[in-house]
């Protein structure tokens, strides 16, 4: 049965079990400081609002038995999967791998790595480490999303211009149907967030549609009840 979705550009009929809840890099890494997005030169207390209304979607994924599936952006601890180019790149305060107070700067396994404690993955819930800040990029994602016949993504998570509008991009090229949260997001930017939500629904949602999690949550209600 489809149900509507309060969005933009306009409102979208999902069949719920034929949708999924992507939650994108809710990392210490990028949330807390000391890790990447710090050294990067980034105020990273700017990422918390998306934690509340992201936990409250989440409680509500879960309760009406949605897939769920949460990513990690990191590099295996020998920097064999890691970019030259990326490790290199401008002049943060440490490099990808370098140590910091939550371990090696986006290092798998690290501390830092992991998904912060109020979005902690529960058993069932896939977690995808990626290498790029795109979520197909190398990694199972699609092949999970087919065998389940997913056709649609709530998309969640940071930062909105970069990891999220990348998978964003990648799955709308796969055909799939992203609806994007936009309190469920955000940038270390203000005005990244705002242009990076306006460049996925502009022009009758030339990559997908923006919600929220009031318009997610009567949905998921509903299909509960
Ligand atoms: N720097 C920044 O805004 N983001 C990233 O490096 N990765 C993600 O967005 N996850």
Not at 127 to 134: L, Q, R, S, T
Request: proline share 7%; aromatic share 4%.
């Amino acid at each position: 049965m489809k149900t509507l979705m309060e969005a933009e550009p306009e409102p979208i009929a999902v069949e719920l079990d034929r949708t999924a809840l992507i939650i994108i890099d809710m990392q210490r890494d990028f949330l807390e400081p000391g890790g990447f997005g710090e050294a990067l030169g980034n105020d990273v207390k700017r990422l918390q609002a998306a934690v509340e209304p992201l936990k409250a979607v989440l409680a509500a994924a879960r309760a009406a038995g949605l897939m769920v599936i949460h990513t990690r952006e990191g590099h295996r601890p020998d920097l064999s999967d890691a970019p030259p180019a990326k490790v290199e790149r401008g002049a943060p305060s440490a490099r990808i791998g370098d140590p910091g107070p939550m371990g090696r700067i986006l290092i798998r396994g690290e501390p830092g790595h992991d998904i912060v404690p109020a979005l902690y993955p529960i058993d069932g819930e896939p977690v995808i480490d990626k290498p790029g800040k795109g979520a197909f990029y190398q990694t199972d994602l699609e092949s999970m999303l087919r065998h389940r016949g997913i056709e649609n993504l709530i998309v969640t998570g940071v930062t909105t211009e970069v990891c999220v509008n990348t998978t964003v991009r990648e799955a709308n090229d796969r055909g799939y149907r992203c609806i994007v949260l936009g309190d469920c997001c955000a940038s270390y930017f203000p005005e990244f967030h705002e242009m990076g939500l306006k460049m996925i629904k502009a022009q009758g949602g030339i990559f997908g549609w923006v919600s929220d999690s009031a318009s997610a949550l009567a949905v998921l209600s509903r299909a509960r009840a």
